[in-house]
């Protein structure tokens, strides 16, 4: 949480990636999908902030990226 709390979309993507990989070899505890969920929408807010106006990343396909794309 620290690392989310510095607000660097770095650290951010850093714990991101750390809980996708822990999520491979177990099941996530309880505190941990909710660290997971908090990182992944605030790497998306940054994105879709980041990228506003551009045509590389669209909203739906950056939901679609973060899994959080649940009307298909």
């Keep these: 949480m620290e ?3 510095t607000g660097s979309v770095y650290e951010i ?17 309880f505190g941990e999908r ?6 992944r929408t605030l790497l998306f807010k940054e994105l879709s902030l980041a990228t506003k106006g551009n045509d590389l990343f669209q909203e739906p396909e950056l939901k ?3 899994g959080l794309d649940t009307a298909k």
């Design 13 to 29: 993507a850093e714990v991101l990636r750390d809980l996708f990989v822990l999520k491979v070899d177990k099941e996530l505890s």
């Design 64 to 66: 679609e990226i973060f």
């Design 34 to 39: 909710k660290m997971l969920d908090t990182a």
């Design 3 to 5: 690392k989310i709390k």
